[in-house]
């Protein structure tokens, strides 16, 4: 078997500071090259992608909004993502980084360091 000659995810997706602020109503992240963003507890809960809430998404049973929804703890996962659980129970979730830099890309406008 051979291996892939690079990582499978882009090292630069990998913050360098991770943050959970407001009693865990939000994830702040800053990346190496200088940028930043901010991700609410509520837009990380609604945007799970385990195997639970896409069944409940695809049977029409998700909620439209979490709106007390809290990131209670933060695990590593290998280098490549982190493990979120939920104030509300719900501890299903991985992050991939790539993923979490793209929802803050989304989410506002990511401030990049000045030049």
Known sequence: MRLPASPPFD??????EV???RGGTSLRLAWR?????????????LRCRC???????????????????SVIRIEPMGGYAV???FGDGHARGIFPWTYLRDLAR?????AAAAA
């Open 11 to 16: 090292p630069d997706a990998i913050p360098d």
């Open 19 to 21: 943050v959970l602020a």
């Open 83 to 85: 493990h979120l659980a």
């Open 51 to 69: 195997a639970w809430c896409t069944r409940e998404r695809i049977e029409a049973r998700f909620p439209a909004s979490f709106p007390r929804a």
């Open 33 to 45: 090259d200088g940028t930043r963003g901010e991700l609410p507890a509520e837009t990380l809960r």
């Open 106 to 110: 989304e989410a506002v406008p990511v």
